[in-house]
């Protein structure tokens, strides 16, 4: 995408579920995000960072400080508290909208919308700090490129910039093997399939093609204990699923969402589960029907327990938006970064190796000039 498009894409996540585009936590969609809650991930984020700073030696100014891909201003808001001006710039003017109507210190914070490949905007050595968070990664390499040479552009000299970007993939781990697996897990006995299934709240129209986050609550009404699904049992195991139904009663998915069960579930205990579902691609009147399941043994239903049966109905998006918001996913490989930052007058500090185990290889780069 280029960054015309980009910004398009941006302001549609702005407008419609900001909080959600930027942390995308499993039951935070379609406005859950309690603002405070929101915000404080940001103030942890950087007060851990910050320390992080000072245990490394990585010390600078507390003068100027600008948030890179701001957003509403999560890290903004954070940094601020211990800068005495902070900058916020982002693609999205529906982002910097909400953004400065979260500002909490005035004058001394601005926000700026910037769609250029550049940071003219600013002056050579403007900043004491550089911060940008999970944002060089939504971007085809070349802009993310040129924003790093930008960085070392206007940072002081002795002032720090720091940025993470994802370098590749993980080495991916072996498939395991549901034959080996299966010997160790014993099916359920029939007596074990008797589940109460409320979800606890829905909407009645939702659009074709779309995804949707429900909240459904899981009660374990027999007398055995569900044991949850364990990682080395990646393909076996007890879900919460939902089947698409069409009016006259046909299954038109039959395998859409799984949703696991977070740990254990005793006889007569429950547990809410963020069930994600794939919305039908064709409008019309569908039932949704929610219910557990034991993998390749058994739904639920199907030996006696009753499902939930919701009444949904599809519709064609809304005209005014004729796209779907995506998020794009880019890396720059690590030894292309450091010869970036070389041929900018920058000096690598540290690279660090972050967010192990989320299958991507990430890393934080601090860098000075
Ligand atoms: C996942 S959000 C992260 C927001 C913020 N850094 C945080 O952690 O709260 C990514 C942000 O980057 C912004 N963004 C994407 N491309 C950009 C670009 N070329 N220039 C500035 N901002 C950009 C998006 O509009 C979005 O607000």
């Known amino acids: 995408m280029e960054l015309a498009e980009l910004q398009k894409h941006w302001d549609a996540f702005g407008a419609e579920d900001p909080l959600w585009a930027i942390m995308t936590v499993p039951g935070k969609r379609f406005g859950r995000w309690d ?29 100027r400080v600008l948030d890179f891909g701001c957003g509403v201003g999560r890290l903004t808001q954070a ?12 693609i999205s003017a529906a982002m910097i909208a ?36 999970i944002v060089l990664q939504h971007m085809q390499p070349k802009y993310a490129r040129s924003y790093i040479a930008e960085f070392l552009r206007i940072i002081v000299p002795g002032g720090l910039v720091f940025f993470q970007m994802p370098a590749g993939t993980e080495p991916a781990n072996p498939e395991p093997n549901p034959s080996s697996t299966i010997s160790h897990r014993a099916p359920l006995p029939d007596s074990a399939f008797r589940a109460k299934i409320s979800p606890t709240e829905h909407p009645a129209t939702v659009w074709a093609g779309s995804q949707l986050e429900l909240i459904v609550r899981v009660k374990n009404l027999s007398g055995c ?97 004729d796209f779907t918001p995506q998020m794009q996913m880019h890396t720059i490989d690590k030894d292309e970064i450091i010869s970036l930052i070389n041929n900018h007058s920058g000096k690598i500090l540290e690279i660090q190796r972050v967010n192990e185990g989320k299958g991507l290889l990430d890393y934080n780069y601090y860098v000075t000039k």
């Open 35 to 63: 603002v405070n809650d929101f915000f404080e991930t940001g103030r942890r984020q950087v007060a851990s960072q910050v320390e992080y700073f000072h245990e490394r030696g990585m010390h600078f100014n507390r003068g």
């Open 225 to 321: 204990p569900w044991k949850a699904t364990g990682r080395e049992l990646d393909r076996l195991g007890l879900r919460l699923g939902n089947h698409w139904l069409n009016e006259q009663n046909q299954v038109v998915e039959y395998d859409d969402g799984r949703a696991d069960l977070p740990g254990d579930l005793e006889p007569g205990e429950e547990v809410d589960l963020v069930l994600t579902i794939n919305v039908p691609k064709v409008p019309g009147s569908y039932l949704l029907e929610i219910d557990m399941v034991e993998e390749f043994v058994s739904w639920f239903k199907d030996k006696g327990s009753e499902t939930s049966v919701l009444p949904i109905e599809v519709k064609t998006p809304a005209a005014e938006r």
């Open 79 to 90: 940094l601020g508290d211990s800068f005495q001006e902070c900058d916020g710039v982002d």
């Open 98 to 133: 909400r953004a400065r109507q979260h500002n909490r210190h005035g004058d001394r914070c601005r926000y700026h919308v910037n769609a250029r490949d550049d940071l003219a905007i600013f002056a050579d050595n403007t900043f004491d700090l550089v911060y940008t968070n």
